[in-house]
């Protein structure tokens, strides 16, 4: 799906579906997520081992079979934001935001991006362009560019209100381990509290016509999360789902029943 295409579902109400790349390498790996139930797949340079030039290709290659190719950056920082774009990616997910004016400045460096200095600044603080034509500009070059933020920490969600009122935000992402943990209940993801604060992410995400993505990791947790509102839904990733493709295909061509895999490779 083209990413003007996600974004007009997503303001209308609708839902995508994509998973999360932290595992393969090469330039092979799209044939193998070119199915047309993926609308988008997210490439994880913050806890994947890929270099700048690596990333750059996942993202051409990505695109070349049909996917919006949404780059995760290692820290909330516009000069990271910047070099996901040089990559060419269709968005950007900005993990980890709990600073206002550094969420205020990815999502303009995503909508502004070459822009800098002076120029952006001006536009930062009272959204005066150099001239109409630049604008103009800018609009075509990044106009559908999506733009995460993450929000994935108690810190963050006792200020979510403000923070996604900063710039033009398309989604938010919670990373169910970080959330949990900072609230002190480590992946107690049944714990009431935990969905509580969820049900809140998304209820205030909503508020301001802003879908909400939740990394879930079993069918049946993306699910749920659905059911809460999730509208951005983000399933699994490759190497959790090669590793639970392995464990469910050969336990039924077993003899015996083996053990399922924990796996890190999510």
């Not at 579906?17 to 070119?34: C, D, K, L, P, Q």
């Not at 699910?223 to 999730?230: H, P, Q, S, V, W």
Request: aromatic share 6%.
């Amino acid at each position: 799906m083209k990413p003007e295409d996600i974004k007009k579902t997503l303001q209308s109400g609708g839902k995508v579906f994509g998973t999360m790349i932290n595992f393969v390498e090469g330039s092979r790996w799209a044939t193998a997520f070119s199915s047309k139930a993926l609308d988008y797949v997210i490439i994880d340079a913050e806890h994947g081992s890929y270099s700048r030039g690596e990333v750059a290709r996942m993202v051409a290659i990505g695109q070349s079979v049909g996917l919006s190719v949404i780059v995760r950056v290692a820290d909330p920082d516009p000069t990271l934001v910047a070099i996901a774009l040089d990559s060419r990616a269709d968005g950007v997910l900005v993990p980890y935001c709990e600073d206002a004016e550094m969420i205020q400045r990815c999502a303009w460096k995503v909508q502004l991006h070459p822009l800098k200095g002076k120029a952006f600044e001006d536009v930062l603080k009272s959204e005066k362009f150099p001239s109409q034509k630049t604008k103009d500009y800018l609009y075509k070059r990044n106009g559908h560019r999506i733009m995460i933020v993450g929000i994935e920490s108690i810190t963050a969600v006792n200020n979510l209100d403000n923070l996604i009122s900063k710039g033009p935000i398309d989604g938010v992402f919670v990373g169910p381990n970080d959330l949990s943990t900072s609230m002190g209940i480590p992946d107690e993801l049944e714990n009431k509290e935990y969905l509580d604060t969820l049900t809140k992410i998304i209820n205030v995400s909503e508020s301001h016509n802003i879908p909400v993505m939740v990394h879930g990791f079993t069918e049946e947790r993306t699910k749920k999360t659905i059911d809460l509102g999730a509208r951005f839904v983000l399933h699994s990733s490759d190497g959790g789902m090669i590793t639970q493709s392995i464990d469910r295909e050969f336990n039924a061509i077993r003899d015996e029943k083996v053990e399922s895999t924990e796996s890190e490779a999510i």
